[in-house]
């Protein structure tokens, strides 16, 4: 494909950052400046105030049993008899 307006012009190089003699409606708009990337921040959420635990009263452990304990048998050692 040939332009008869342009002769044999190379469109890669007209589309170039220099124009030269080129007219301004052939040559290509400036590429917009890179938006800058907004990085969002998060917003901290307001975190309820902690309900307090409601620590019930002290109620008094009933006493507990005292549990019998086995009574220990005395070891019988035999004694010798004195022999008259």
Request: proline residues 33%; contains cysteine.
């Amino acid at each position: 494909m040939s332009f008869s307006a342009f002769g044999s012009l190379d469109l890669s190089s007209a589309a170039g950052s220099s124009c030269g003699s080129c007219e301004t409606s052939c040559c290509p708009p400036p590429p917009p400046p890179p938006a800058p990337i907004r990085v969002p921040v998060p917003v901290p959420v307001p975190q309820p105030y902690p309900v307090p635990v409601r620590i019930p009263r002290h109620v008094p452990h009933p006493i507990p049993t005292p549990v019998p304990q086995p009574v220990p048998t005395p070891i019988r050692v035999p004694v010798p008899r004195p022999v008259p």
